[in-house]
């Protein structure tokens, strides 16, 4: 989780050595003075950077003096209290789920970040330390491409430390390898991911195994202002992160974590959205429910190619749209009504040209975009988006498409991993999502048709 780059997708190194072997990287570890290219602030700690400038891609040459820090003895003892992760420019215990939305080569790239129930105990040291255990769910456009379990600890000190990951690389729905995947303890040492006092020219290593996992973090600015979600955030840092030669502009915003990543040219992705951050005050409205439910309902109708009973339906479901409170509408991401308003566009043009696959697309679409806005009073709605998915899953196994089918049973998967807690008896679900993933692997989409409907009748209703 560490870079957003999506590990499947890692750009080739910059250098080589002499016999073509890629070099490791030269930049930081025992220089005093580092020239950054990429920076587009002055890197005075006591001045604020125009991230708009930042986000055009200024490509101003900054010197900043660099120290490393993290070359220190670290033991379980220092950590009396690891769960209890609140260091404020990464406070993992308690932004509880955030959306990032962005673009990657020029695709739309959504990343979900989620806090679990879980708590992983690593041993190293000739002991052990609990960590917090936090997910990874990384699409470029609507494919699942990573699914990562990360794990972290606070010491005492209020430095967080990274003790490794599962990853999980996908190709069309399916784990295509597990690369980036380590432990501390087994594979070497955690590292630090955020200093409890950052300052500038401070150099520190979340990932700090060579040949392995390795990554470097200069602290370019400790003064940034980005803009929220909710609003202008001021203390935010700003590092330059090195990957294999790739450099990465990362904005840490205090109260959400890691907040704006840029590899300029390739990659720009941001927070849209965080619980409990930006949750709206009042619970979800009649609407917003009546509009989920009605979706449902349409994408039966459009299966059914009940026209008079869609047509109809349609109406109510654009009056629920207006009907949701502008003052609500007004802080949504803009990318979450522009979700909706597309469907809802789709939807009717399907309608009006009787256009069954269609208008049962543009139902799913409209009930997942929905789910999003749902979402920002306060929960992350997994639930309602797993039922959504099944329905997309019988399109995709009625068309007898093995990769979508495999890609949406993975997201399904994913998000019931996560979910899961929030209902009182999960074991009838956990059946359903079982079978769902035997019958994805076999191609069999008799038994994915079968399965989808079984997976949503077991689902509890709304609240």
């Known amino acids: 989780m560490v870079s957003f780059v999506p590990r499947g997708r890692q750009p080739e190194p910059a250098d080589t050595n002499d016999e073509g072997a890629p070099m490791k990287t030269r930049l930081l570890i025992v220089t005093t003075t580092i020239l950054l290219v990429a920076a587009a602030c002055s890197g005075d700690d006591t001045s604020t950077t125009d991230t708009s400038e930042q986000q055009s891609g200024s490509t101003t040459s900054t010197s900043v003096d660099g120290r490393v820090i993290d070359d220190v003895d670290i033991n379980p003892g220092d950590f009396t209290n690891p769960t209890q992760v609140t260091n404020s420019l990464y406070p993992v215990s308690e932004v509880t789920y955030a959306v990032m939305l962005g673009e990657d080569e020029g695709e739309p790239l959504r990343v979900e970040v989620a806090l679990t129930p879980d708590v992983k105990t690593i041993e190293w040291a000739d002991s052990s330390t609990e960590t917090v255990v936090s997910q990874f769910i990384g699409l470029i456009d609507g494919q699942l ?35 980036g995947t380590w432990i501390a303890g087994e594979d070497g040492p955690p590292g630090m991911i955020m200093p409890a006092d950052p300052r500038v020219g401070d150099i520190y290593h979340p990932e700090n195994i060579p040949d392995l996992v390795y990554e470097e973090d200069l602290v370019v600015s400790t003064s940034e202002t980005v803009e929220g979600p909710s609003g202008p955030i001021e203390g935010a840092m700003l590092v330059q992160e090195t990957v294999e030669g790739t450099i990465e502009e990362k904005y840490w915003a205090p109260g959400y974590g890691e907040f704006h990543a840029i590899v300029p040219g390739t990659e720009d992705v941001k927070v849209v959205f965080a619980l409990p951050n930006d949750a709206q005050a009042e619970p979800v409205p009649p609407e917003l429910r009546d509009l989920q439910q009605g979706a449902a309902e349409a994408y039966d109708q459009a299966v059914g190619e009940d026209w008079e009973a869609l047509t109809a339906a349609f109406a109510d479901l654009q009056s629920d749209w207006e009907t949701y409170d502008p003052g609500s509408r007004s802080v949504l991401p803009e990318a979450f009504v522009s979700a909706v308003d597309q469907a809802l566009t789709a939807l009717d043009t399907a309608t009006t040209d009787h256009d069954p696959e269609a208008a049962a697309e543009a139902a799913v679409a409209l009930e997942l975009g929905v789910v999003d806005v749902m979402m920002t009073h306060g929960d992350p709605e997994d639930v309602q988006r797993i039922g959504a998915l099944s329905r997309r899953l019988e399109l995709e196994a009625t068309a007898e498409d093995p990769g979508a089918a495999a890609n949406t049973v993975a997201m399904i998967a994913s998000l019931w991993a996560r979910g899961s807690g929030s209902v009182s008896d999960p074991s009838g679900i956990d059946e359903a999502v079982e079978t769902l993933e035997s019958a994805a692997a076999d191609e069999d989409f008799a038994a994915l048709v079968e399965g989808a409907i079984a997976l949503r009748d077991r689902l509890p209703a709304a609240g």
């Open 145 to 179: 491409t990573e699914v990562a379990y990360d794990w972290f600890a606070q010491d005492d000190a209020g430095n967080v430390w990274y003790f490794g990951e599962d990853v999980f690389n996908y190709e069309a729905g399916v784990v295509a390898n597990m690369d």
